[in-house]
């Protein structure tokens, strides 16, 4: 069955840069979109962006637009995250999520454990 | 941009009981909404995707429904598992989440 492996967690200075993998098993790959969710500490779930893995299109939160990216990698089968000028409120769990669809913008149905970024000076 | 305004952010039942937690979108979308459940330390799961599908291996006491600009999810003989925070999530041209319901069982 799809599974969803991230990177481990991640402690980095204001401005700085993060960059956070999603490796993928268990079905076609190139199939299927992906999405990166976050959520600060006790807070609420946060989309930042959408990704094909099929055309590499991209679809980017507003909020995020300019200070993220999101890229693929066929021949390993995972997905890339950065984030860039970081500030102390982007503090949280981030998240991958696979659609539930192929070939569309859907809902996600199998999700990353998580990888942690702590943004302190 | 459509808002997903969710409610009640918490909310406390007895085992056996009928819970509903209730999404209303800003404006008229369509039935691109997909419920999840987030226990603590977790990532989400999903439950129901396009309002009132129930996801494959979800108990059938959970399910979805709409009416108009409202999604309600539903669980039914609320069981001690069940406790848990509760996301709606719109996915049209963009992915919105709901503010997220805490269920806690008395």
């Known amino acids: 069955q799809a599974q969803l492996l991230q990177s481990a967690a991640e402690v980095k200075e204001p401005g700085a840069s993060v960059r956070v993998s999603c490796k993928a098993s268990g079905y076609t790959f190139t199939d299927y979109g992906f999405a990166w969710v976050r959520q600060a500490p006790g807070q609420g779930l946060e989309w930042l962006g959408w990704i094909s893995t099929y055309n590499t299109y991209t679809v980017y939160a507003p909020k995020f637009q300019g200070r993220v990216t999101m890229t693929t990698d066929t021949s390993t089968t995972t997905v890339y995250m950065e984030l860039r000028s970081l500030r102390s409120d982007d503090t949280g769990m981030y998240y991958c999520a696979k659609d539930r669809a192929p070939r569309r913008l859907d809902c996600f149905d199998v999700w990353g454990q998580g990888t942690m970024v702590t943004v302190s000076s | 941009d459509i808002q997903m305004t969710q409610s009640p952010s918490t909310l406390s039942a007895s085992v056996g009981d009928r819970v509903t937690i209730t999404c209303r979108a800003s404006?008229?979308?369509?039935?691109?909404v997909a419920w999840y459940q987030q226990k603590p330390g977790k990532a989400p799961k999903l439950l129901i995707y396009k309002a009132s599908n129930l996801e494959r291996g979800v108990p059938s006491r959970f399910s979805g429904s709409e009416s108009g600009t409202e999604f309600t999810l539903t669980i039914n003989n609320l069981q001690p598992d069940d406790s848990a925070t509760y996301f709606c999530q719109l996915y049209d041209s963009f992915w919105t989440f709901g503010q997220g319901t805490k269920v806690e069982i008395k």
């Open positions: 404006r008229g979308v369509s039935r691109w």
